[in-house]
DNA sequence: GTCAAAATAGAGCCTTGGCTACATTTCTAA
DNA sequence: TTAGAAATGTAGCCAAGGCTCTATTTTGAC
């Protein structure tokens, strides 16, 4: 121990910023995943529409998915997932759920713990997470 | 109401999206303040350290805190906030207590708490935040 | 007081994630 | 079957926020 106290935050502060370059990420997972179980598939206008950017954003960003291993595309295709994205989506996907459900049980309003849980949801490590549970297990 | 699905979830988007931006400025305020009073001086090698960033990184990001009116700083001389900086580096600090007290009323390990406050304290709203010193003082 | 070290500043590069404008491909309705 | 509409893709722009490398200023040890 006895860390000095500038690389404690320091440290803090890297895994936030990390944490925030795969936000983005995640939210495309979740959403292309949510997109395929209740259309049948995920075309890059749909992603563009439920994000609220433009296309061309879009199918930038899916690029990126496709690079970091998460997701493919064939031109004028859609958008399918790999195992590493599913699984990424699955997780993302509990996550998101544990954080409205834990903000819903402390009195927060359903559409601010809707919309919070949106940005909240990517901040959330393990242990934070597997307290989350005991939480609303304890109160259930 | 009735507002058609995907606006709802483009709007909720639009609103991480630019908490996300104001995220790392929040973070400079909340740093300078505490440098200020517990050092008397903010120099940008300190904020550099303590954000674990390099020095020209730290002083690069003071100018947008210039251009934003949240910090003034001449050439060679260290840091210091506006009134409107001081402002907000009061609500985030307070912002940034209340999640922290939250985390730990649910029973998240005290250097989790910490180190997720450090991201989730940027995407809590005003309802969420009164909901919580609600759910603090009813379990006090 | 001098001068070397430390701090500060600036230039220039990269990636991300927005955007608009334009080009191409696919789909669909007549 | 084919033209127009819709979807998709590409190019090029911008700002933010990282970085390294270099220059300048300030500070502190002697
Ligand atoms: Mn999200
Ligand atoms: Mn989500
Ligand atoms: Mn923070
Ligand atoms: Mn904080």
Redesign the interface.
Known sequence: MELPT?LI????????RS??ST?LLE?YVELIADLLANEGEARPT?IA????VAHATAIKTVSRLKRAGLATARPYRGVFLTEKGEALAQRVRIRHRLVVD??RA????VE?????A???E????E??LQ??A??LRGRS
């Open positions: 500038e935050h320091a440290t803090r502060f890297g895994k936030t944490a925030q936000a939210d749909d529409r439920r994000l609220g834990v903000l402390i009195g927060v309003p601010a713990a809707e919309a919070d949106e940005g909240i990517h901040y959330v490590s242990a934070t307290a989350f005991r939480f």
